[in-house]
């Protein structure tokens, strides 16, 4: 790992357009078999021909998805992360399990009696995930 981050900087973006290809590649209908091995032996490898994923990179471009998973009022804004750099901030998730379950179902009871489900827990596609 520090050979590749001492041969290509965080910092500088600039493409270098005589890289290796060191990982295996495995077709998913013909050599599932194979991708399983190294996944048993926690080896990395790249997978193609997956038509499951397919459907789904096919959903997040749909821009008709995509409101639906984000489903809330017009006015409801959306938080997002900017940095001015190039190092990815992310959060934790401080919610215990616990308190997460009681939340669903809060909302599952909301949804039966009628109520608003989306009420600013999380984001997502919100009355399916209540259901």
């Not at 490898?45 to 471009?61: E, G, H, V, Y």
């Not at 399990?97 to 109520?115: F, S, Y």
């Amino acid at each position: 790992m520090l050979d590749v981050l001492h041969n290509w900087l965080p910092h500088d973006p600039t493409p270098h357009y005589k890289l290796y290809q060191g990982l295996c590649i495995f077709d998913y209908l013909t050599e599932f078999h194979k991708a399983n091995n190294y996944w048993e032996k926690e080896l990395p490898f790249l997978i193609w021909n997956d038509l499951t994923m397919a459907r789904t990179a096919k959903q997040w471009n749909d821009a008709k998805y995509m409101k639906k998973l984000l489903m809330g009022k017009e006015d409801t804004n959306w938080r997002t992360e900017y940095s001015p750099n190039n190092h990815f901030m992310y959060w934790v998730d401080k919610w215990s399990k616990e308190a997460r379950k009681a939340q669903w179902k809060e909302l599952r009871e909301r949804r039966e009696w009628g109520g608003e489900v989306h009420d600013r827990f999380g984001w997502g596609d919100q009355e399916e995930l209540a259901k």
